[in-house]
């Protein structure tokens, strides 16, 4: 069965300091993979995807994920954290021509000023 | 830029009232989800729609019921509110897998209450 990790229920980093979500993924085939924010109160807002080629995949706002096929991973990182990153993030996979999303419970991001 | 609305941002109903949440999206997506959000337990399926008047279930349907008669609108309808539905109720588009930019696109939410 295909499914989406998020080991961290919530992450705490320094204002300053660089940050890490991390998403592990299972899927048969091929995966797409795709991190997702959501700020309070508000829908989620698409950040960046990995569909094929260059594993280092850069985003909107500065993030950037690096996929690991042999680690079957696809971690969210930022060099810099800023306040304004306090958000849930959300990792989410699909194999092949699925059109349903396969998504993880999500990881509370809090930055420390 | 993609813009999927919702019809309301809060709702208040009873318990037992018939409730419509509307969605449209401007993209002309081929797909359409509704989700429903509670806190620990991320986000789940209710329904989605691949094409109009084509719907599918997703993971939790009980209780719920969809409609998709134009391309761009997709409506769920909790036919007998109860507390239990009391959530915050997301709805998303995407183009067809395959084509390039078919990530989700989600509208603001609609954060439901049943008393």
């Known amino acids: 069965a295909q499914s989406v990790a998020q080991p961290e229920d919530q992450v705490n980093v320094a204002e300053g300091n660089p940050l890490t979500v991390k998403c592990t993924y299972s899927v048969s085939g091929n995966p797409y993979l795709f991190w997702y924010v959501q700020y309070p109160n508000r829908g989620l807002q698409f950040l960046l995807k990995?569909?094929?080629?260059d594993n280092l995949v850069k985003g909107s706002y500065g993030f950037e994920a690096e996929f690991n096929k042999s680690q079957t991973s696809f971690h969210l990182k930022k060099p810099s954290a800023l306040v304004s990153d306090s958000a849930l993030y959300f990792c989410a996979t699909n194999a092949g021509n699925n059109r349903k999303l396969i998504w993880g419970l999500g990881t509370s991001l809090g930055v420390n000023p | 830029d993609v813009k999927v609305t919702q019809s309301s941002r809060y709702l208040v109903k009873r318990t037992g009232e018939k409730v419509f949440l509307e969605c449209v999206q401007d993209?002309?997506?081929?797909?359409m989800f509704w989700y429903r959000q509670d806190p620990g337990l991320g986000l789940r399926l209710i329904y989605f729609?691949?094409?109009?008047?084509?719907?599918e279930k997703g993971d939790i349907p009980e209780g719920y019921s969809v409609s998709r008669e134009k391309k761009e609108r997709f409506s769920l309808i909790l036919e007998s509110a109860s507390t239990n539905q009391t959530s915050m109720y997301l709805c998303a588009s995407s183009s067809t897998p395959g084509t390039v930019g078919y990530e989700q696109y989600f509208g603001p939410g609609t954060r439901l209450t049943v008393t």
């Open positions: 729609s691949y094409d109009v008047k084509m719907k």
């Open positions: 990995y569909i094929t080629g």
């Open positions: 993209m002309d997506h081929e797909n």
